[in-house]
């Protein structure tokens, strides 16, 4: 270890700014993978952040972490852990492991653009260690899930998921690669690093670990409450880059940064940890609500931080509070009707004792979401569940590629016109499920516009045969691989508890 | 006679589907073609006949497609009348 304190050598070492003199500052740092936004060289040199680890330490730290996480997936392998979790559990970590493993991946290449073309030495020296997380990340949860696949074959989504066209993962990749694999380095740390790291993750990560040890997951809960450290350490570097933003008088950009991807987040988090938190964790292990979740980790915590820096709520803020009662309850009806269309198996979570809860938890609930259940519960009980299934598909929203659930928002008295939105730009028909979702997409058209949802490809003749059949070999789903009800429709034929 | 791809959905459902009408369907038939991926399936059946609205205009049930100058993937809703 070094004899001097790190007060005496940390900065110095890290902080390797100079005056370029051989090539332009453009050549060094092209706009396209950097872009400072006007932000002159030197400015950006007063980026600072609160770790300062050096490499030594970080490779000691993430070691012994490592050393902890494997012990407990050594164990937790050789057990029948997972054979005796609850099936909602089950599809939680099956949708988890599929939607996140590979993007954690991705994540890296987003983390090393940073490394490369962020725009002061201490962040580039920060954007290493994050470099290596997201690798890290991406590596543990596919050798988790590798490990169990004689228990449940479908693991193996954790890896093949980004490689197929499945709807949910084009929804997943449109985000990310807009977020960091295809963002530049200024913009993936507002975006990246800010408002999802720092926000969204700890609903994923936080409040899934959370729930993954009253589950007695203890895999899981380790496995993601290890990756969380990593992430709080990396996420700083959003921090320091927005401060020099707003001191360079860059509040606006910042701003709009942070509302766009703000806004794709929540959508992402309300098919992926809305499900999981609300249906999918057994009733008697859950924590918290979804919506509860949100207004900690996000309305309270993650605002005041806004603010902390002089920004605003985003513009939309009234419309994510009024989703937050209800569009993940219309996207859990969605997946489990074209369950066909996912690779775990989803339990409806819609038995007496589920209704219950969801009723105290979002008041109204039986009489807005009930009542598909109950029509869906009468075909089951008549022998008729095929009339469960889907014959056709759901229009997906152009900006955030998930279903257009308007008319659930509208039934249910939240919205004023069940009608989505619609544009049309250089004679093509673009459809979204919100006005932020439109909005997002009208920001930076020409980024958008030329990409196929999985509809326009249906239409676009690039699925064939045009049916469900053709329509799940296109999003790689063998027969076997296609979900299927996660409890064998128990929740339609059960009756409340004496004690519930 | 041509196939024409819909976005509809009944009143009260959750979602918008994906509908292939006939381009000269009258409307009570479009209304039952949407209404078939809904109706009994997330949303009650009524003894009421179904009605097109396109543009929040109940239309006319001798009205097509063709003859409305509907576009492709134009939404449609189906209501009880």
Same mark, same amino acid.
């Given at each position: 270890?070094?004899?001097?304190?790190?007060?005496?050598?940390?900065?110095?070492?890290?902080?390797?700014?100079?005056?370029?003199?051989?090539?332009?500052?453009?050549?060094?740092?092209?706009?396209?993978?950097?872009?400072?936004?006007?932000?002159?060289?030197?400015?950006?040199?007063?980026?600072?952040?609160?770790?300062?680890?050096?490499?030594?330490?970080?490779?000691?730290?993430?070691?012994?972490?490592?050393?902890?996480?494997?012990?407990?997936?050594?164990?937790?392998?050789?057990?029948?852990?997972?054979?005796? @979790? /609850?099936?909602?559990? !089950? #599809?939680?970590?099956?949708?988890?492991? $599929?939607? *996140? %493993?590979?993007?954690?991946?991705?994540?890296?290449?987003?983390?090393?653009?940073?490394?490369?073309?962020?725009?002061?030495?201490?962040?580039?020296?920060?954007?290493?260690?994050?470099?290596?997380?997201?690798?890290?990340?991406?590596?543990?949860?596919?050798?988790?899930?590798?490990?169990?696949?004689?228990?449940?074959?479908? @693991? /193996?989504?954790?890896? !093949? #998921?980004?490689?197929?066209?499945?709807? $949910?993962? *084009? %929804?997943?990749?449109?985000?990310?690669?807009?977020?960091?694999?295809?963002?530049?380095?200024?913009?993936?740390?507002?975006?990246?690093?800010?408002?999802?790291?720092?926000?969204?993750?700890?609903?994923?990560?936080?409040?899934?670990?959370?729930?993954?040890?009253?589950?007695?997951?203890?895999?899981?809960?380790?496995?993601?409450?290890?990756?969380?450290?990593?992430?709080?350490?990396?996420?700083?570097? $959003?921090?320091?880059?927005?401060?020099?933003?707003?001191?360079?008088?860059?509040?606006?950009?910042?701003?709009?940064?942070?509302?766009?991807?703000?806004?794709?987040?929540?959508?992402?988090?309300?098919?992926?940890?809305?499900?999981?938190?609300?249906?999918?964790?057994?009733?008697?292990?859950?924590?918290?609500?979804?919506?509860?979740?949100?207004?900690?980790?996000?309305?309270?915590?993650?605002?005041?931080?806004?603010?902390?820096?002089?920004?605003?709520?985003?513009?939309?803020?009234?419309?994510?509070?009024?989703?937050?009662?209800?569009?993940?309850?219309?996207?859990?009806?969605?997946?489990?009707?074209?369950?066909?269309?996912?690779?775990?198996?989803?339990?409806?979570?819609?038995?007496?004792?589920?209704?219950?809860?969801?009723?105290?938890?979002?008041?109204?609930?039986?009489?807005?979401?009930?009542?598909?259940?109950?029509?869906?519960?009468?075909?089951?009980?008549?022998?008729?569940?095929?009339?469960?299934?889907?014959?056709?598909?759901?229009?997906?929203?152009?900006?955030?590629?998930?279903?257009?659930?308007?008319?659930?928002?509208?039934?249910?008295?939240?919205?004023?016109?069940?009608?989505?939105?619609?544009?049309?730009?250089?004679?093509?028909?673009?459809?979204?499920?919100?006005?932020?979702?439109?909005?997002?997409?009208?920001?930076?058209?020409?980024?958008?516009?030329?990409?196929?949802?999985?509809?326009?490809?249906?239409?676009?003749?690039?699925?064939?045969?045009?049916?469900?059949?053709?329509?799940?070999?296109?999003?790689?789903?063998?027969?076997?691989?296609?979900?299927?009800?996660?409890?064998?429709?128990?929740?339609?034929?059960?009756?409340?508890?004496?004690?519930? | 006679?041509?196939?024409?791809?819909?976005?509809?959905?009944?009143?009260?459902?959750?979602?918008?589907?994906?509908?292939?009408?006939?381009?000269?369907?009258?409307?009570?038939?479009?209304?039952?073609?949407?209404?078939?991926?809904?109706?009994?399936?997330?949303?009650?059946?009524?003894?009421?006949?179904?009605?097109?609205?396109?543009?929040?205009?109940?239309?006319?049930?001798?009205?097509?497609?063709?003859?409305?100058?509907?576009?492709?993937?134009?939404?449609?809703?189906?209501?009880?009348?």
């Amino acid at each position: 270890m070094p004899a001097l304190p790190r007060s005496e050598w940390y900065d110095l070492t890290r902080d390797m700014n100079w005056d370029l003199t051989y090539v332009t500052e453009d050549e060094a740092f092209p706009p396209a993978l950097s872009n400072s936004f006007g932000v002159p060289a030197e400015d950006w040199w007063t980026w600072d952040e609160p770790y300062k680890i050096a490499y030594t330490e970080y490779v000691h730290n993430q070691a012994g972490k490592d050393q902890g996480l494997f012990s407990v997936n050594n164990v937790v392998s050789r057990s029948s852990i997972f054979e005796n @979790l /609850d099936p909602g559990w !089950k #599809a939680a970590i099956l949708a988890h492991y $599929g939607a *996140i %493993a590979v993007a954690e991946y991705q994540a890296s290449i987003g983390e090393a653009r940073m490394a490369r073309f962020g725009r002061a030495a201490a962040w580039r020296n920060m954007a290493t260690y994050g470099t290596l997380d997201e690798m890290r990340h991406g590596q543990l949860q596919t050798y988790f899930p590798y490990q169990a696949l004689n228990k449940e074959p479908r @693991l /193996d989504w954790a890896h !093949k #998921a980004y490689h197929t066209n499945e709807w $949910g993962i *084009i %929804a997943a990749r449109h985000v990310f690669d807009d977020m960091f694999t295809a963002n530049d380095a200024v913009s993936t740390a507002i975006q990246l690093t800010f408002t999802f790291e720092t926000g969204f993750t700890n609903l994923q990560f936080l409040g899934m670990a959370a729930d993954a040890m009253k589950v007695g997951d203890l895999d899981f809960g380790a496995l993601i409450s290890s990756i969380q450290t990593d992430e709080a350490r990396h996420a700083q570097q $959003g921090e320091p880059t927005l401060k020099v933003l707003v001191k360079a008088g860059k509040t606006e950009i910042a701003q709009n940064l942070l509302d766009k991807m703000f806004w794709r987040a929540w959508k992402l988090f309300s098919l992926l940890t809305g499900l999981s938190m609300d249906y999918y964790t057994p009733i008697e292990h859950r924590t918290h609500s979804f919506k509860e979740f949100m207004e900690e980790f996000i309305n309270k915590q993650f605002i005041d931080q806004f603010r902390d820096f002089g920004l605003e709520k985003p513009w939309y803020w009234d419309q994510l509070l009024n989703e937050m009662n209800w569009v993940h309850h219309a996207y859990h009806l969605g997946v489990y009707f074209w369950r066909p269309t996912v690779w775990w198996n989803p339990v409806a979570g819609t038995g007496p004792e589920e209704r219950a809860w969801l009723e105290e938890k979002y008041p109204g609930w039986n009489d807005s979401f009930g009542k598909y259940w109950d029509v869906m519960g009468d075909n089951v009980r008549a022998g008729r569940p095929e009339l469960t299934l889907p014959e056709t598909f759901p229009i997906v929203c152009n900006s955030c590629q998930i279903p257009v659930c308007t008319p659930a928002g509208y039934a249910a008295g939240y919205l004023d016109s069940p009608l989505p939105y619609q544009l049309v730009r250089d004679g093509r028909t673009y459809t979204f499920c919100s006005e932020p979702c439109q909005w997002v997409f009208e920001e930076t058209p020409e980024q958008f516009a030329g990409h196929l949802s999985i509809i326009d490809r249906l239409l676009g003749g690039l699925i064939q045969p045009p049916t469900i059949e053709g329509a799940l070999a296109y999003m790689g789903l063998s027969p076997e691989e296609c979900g299927v009800d996660g409890n064998d429709y128990a929740w339609a034929t059960a009756t409340a508890s004496k004690t519930a | 006679m041509a196939m024409f791809p819909v976005q509809g959905f009944v009143d009260g459902d959750f979602v918008v589907v994906l509908a292939l009408v006939d381009d000269t369907d009258p409307m009570p038939v479009v209304a039952e073609k949407i209404a078939y991926h809904s109706v009994g399936k997330r949303v009650a059946a009524q003894d009421r006949p179904l009605k097109v609205k396109r543009g929040g205009v109940v239309q006319p049930d001798d009205a097509t497609l063709a003859s409305l100058g509907a576009a492709p993937l134009d939404v449609l809703e189906v209501v009880y009348a």
